[in-house]
């Protein structure tokens, strides 16, 4: 089931706010099925085409750090104060995705660029607006929830498997009921590793090439 905290009625009430959306009715709302979100679209005008979408609070929070950094292969809102009503909107970039490993080098260090401002404390606190987490080179909580959330869907899923009678299953079963007997153990070691904030999701799928062939990382 899709997430939506807004009607997309009161995304337009808030869009109106800006000059440039004043004339709501004028523009063109163009569902795009994307990720997790109910209210993904392409909003157009003439020939303005850009990318609307209501966002969960830590993406607002890191959206606005790309406003920050402006980098040129990393997209960021053109109206970076709708973040703080969890709304992006930013240009609307045409494209297919990458289908090959050939990044750009110069993306390869804007991503890296990215990420090292992202654990600098003073830029991290200065741009926080939306107080969504505080500094922190420690695990807050959110890895040690996932890595339990791991291994009980891992189960379930393997449970759920095992009626096709098959040895690998058979064989991944026995994996994790040894590693379930360790499970507090291989969570403490993880969690007491060197904490970074990250982005765990570089891939192609997540690169577009726009209409100059720049490769944009657009999730």
Same mark, same amino acid.
């Given at each position: 089931?899709?997430? &939506? ?40 005008? *003439?020939?303005?085409?850009? /990318? ?12 606005? #750090?790309? !406003? ?18 969890? $709304? ?17 080098? %110069? ?11 992202? %654990?600098?404390?003073?830029? /991290?606190?200065?741009? %926080? ?9 420690? +695990? +807050?909580? #959110? !890895?040690?929830? *996932?890595?339990?959330?791991? /291994? ?16 690998? $299953?058979? +064989?991944?079963? =026995?994996?994790?009921?040894?590693? *379930?007997?360790?499970?507090? *153990? ?8 060197? #904490?970074?904030?990250?982005? &765990?999701? #570089?891939? =192609? ?9 720049? &490769?944009?990382?657009?999730?």
């Amino acid at each position: 089931m899709k997430i &939506q905290e807004k009607s997309l009625d009161e995304i337009k009430r808030i869009l109106q706010k800006e000059k440039e959306f004043a004339e709501i009715n004028s523009w063109k709302f163009k569902h795009i099925p994307l990720g997790e979100m109910e209210h993904t679209y392409e909003i157009s005008k *003439g020939k303005k085409i850009y /990318f609307l979408k209501e966002l969960k609070l830590h993406e607002a929070q890191m959206e606005y #750090f790309l !406003c920050r950094l402006k980098l040129s292969h990393l997209p960021f809102s053109i109206y970076p104060g709708l973040l703080r009503q969890k $709304i992006l909107v930013r240009k609307f970039i045409k494209g297919r995705m990458l289908r090959s490993k050939n990044i750009d080098l %110069n993306l390869i260090k804007e991503f890296a660029i990215m990420r090292n401002r992202l %654990n600098e404390k003073r830029f /991290f606190n200065e741009y %926080n607006i939306l107080k969504v987490k505080n500094f922190s080179q420690k +695990d +807050d909580g #959110f !890895c040690e929830e *996932g890595i339990r959330k791991s /291994f009980s869907q891992a189960q379930k899923i393997l449970k759920k498997l095992n009626k096709y009678k098959l040895q690998e $299953i058979d +064989d991944f079963l =026995e994996i994790l009921k040894e590693l *379930g007997k360790n499970k507090g *153990g291989i969570i403490n070691d993880y969690i007491s590793m060197p #904490f970074a904030k990250q982005h &765990q999701d #570089f891939r =192609e799928d997540n690169i577009i090439p726009d209409a100059k062939g720049t &490769q944009k990382l657009i999730d």
